[in-house]
């Protein structure tokens, strides 16, 4: 017999629409449940009463809920439940929450190696989730000897923009020039991005923002594009259907909190930028940028500089900690992770990066991945 799960989540938001397709493919591919799926925008009036009336026409099997206030009214249903979100969380329902700390090492990771020693983090205020992005991101800022500011806007998310507006536009008038921005996700990212319009500050040169969730939606609309850092929103979904489905069989769920990780950096103009005082290193990695898709040795980029093999890889070494061999491959395999995720084969992407010979291609990704490019894609959804 066929399970009915009722699924409620946000479908206007990159990290639900993630999930969803997440779900689709479990149930297509493992659970074959007869869903149920509510856009949560169509209850946004009176939500809790209308969905708990809802859920209590479709009577279904199991819920996955997002909205999360009416949580606490619905456990008298008594049908296995897992939120999506941390927020209003009621114990004994399993949920998802993420490893802000896995998002602020990546951040962190990313402004130092492009030699960022000013860092700042855009929030909002009273949400918990951003709370914690912050913390961590600070902590790990000022471990670093890095300068650190944050910004919080006051309100919920559906009307950040009516409160402190001015406020945050003399934030980033504020700021020490280049500064590298963390927003506590894409949304924010978009906001930051189009104040900086405002002050007439330039993305990414002064300010390089960052935001959190890859919404590539959002990402590519915006302009600048917003670089943002990709989670493992997939997996994330198979995990909350198989503890569903134990919990369906009349299992203990297998975890009590299904953690979100982040995987990568995905990188758009918002931080194509260095903020590195050595000139020559500056104006080698500008032409490393520059020439990407071209097939690229380190005497190319020597013939840049007015310094030597040896000094300017000195120079490298201390100023971004590696060599100027292994900046050409950490950018080649930057951009080759942004193709992977659009419908190009591996030998088309292998040729548009300048790569003569596309049957190594696998080889050398793994080397510095760890894994093949087919199963990268498959890890981010593709």
């Known amino acids: 017999m066929s399970h009915k799960v009722f699924i409620h ?23 074959h449940w007869d869903i149920i799926f509510e856009p949560a925008y169509f209850l946004k009036n009176h939500r809790a009463n209308n969905r708990i009336n809802l859920i209590q026409s479709v009577k279904p099997d199991a819920c996955i809920l997002e909205n999360s206030e009416d949580i606490a009214q619905m456990t008298p249903l008594g049908i296995p439940m897992i939120q999506v979100t941390s927020v209003n969380h009621v114990e004994g329902i ?23 020693r000013s860092l700042a983090f855009l929030g909002i205020e009273n949400l918990e989730w951003s709370l914690q992005r912050m913390k961590f991101f600070q902590e790990m800022a000022i471990s670093s000897n890095a300068q650190f500011s944050s910004f919080l806007l006051k309100g919920n998310e559906e009307d950040v923009l009516s409160y402190n507006f001015e406020n945050l536009v003399t934030w980033i008038k504020s700021l020490p020039k280049p500064t590298g921005v963390l927003c506590c996700n894409d949304d924010f990212g978009q906001i930051l991005i189009n104040a900086c319009s405002i002050a007439q500050v330039k993305v990414p040169h002064e300010i390089a923002v960052l935001g959190i969730d890859n919404d590539e939606l959002i ?54 930028t260095v903020a590195i005082t050595d000139k020559d290193v500056n104006k080698s990695i500008q032409f490393i940028s520059a020439n990407i898709h071209k097939y690229l040795e380190v005497q190319d980029v020597v013939q840049t500089s007015n310094s030597s093999l040896k000094v300017l890889n000195q120079k490298f070494q201390k100023a971004i900690g590696h060599s100027i061999f292994q900046e050409i491959q950490v950018r080649k395999l930057s951009r080759f992770k942004q193709l992977l995720s659009t419908n190009k084969s591996i030998k088309e992407i292998a040729f548009e990066l300048g790569f003569n010979d596309h049957s190594h291609i696998s080889r050398w990704f793994s080397k510095l991945e760890g894994i093949t490019p087919m199963e990268w894609r498959k890890k981010m959804g593709g």
């Open 94 to 116: 399993p949920y998802v929450k993420g490893n802000y700390l896995s998002d602020a090492q990546l951040a962190i990771q990313y402004f130092t190696r492009k030699g960022f």
């Open 219 to 272: 990402c590519n609309i915006t302009y600048p594009n917003l670089s943002s850092i990709s989670r493992n929103h997939q997996s994330t979904a198979f995990n909350i259907c198989s503890t569903l489905s134990n919990m369906l069989q009349g299992k203990a769920p297998q975890q009590a909190i299904i953690l979100t990780e982040a995987l990568e950096v995905i990188e758009r103009t918002s931080t194509d």
């Open 9 to 31: 989540l946000e479908s206007n938001r990159g990290y639900s629409r993630d999930l969803l397709r997440g779900i689709y493919d479990y149930n297509n591919q493992i659970s």
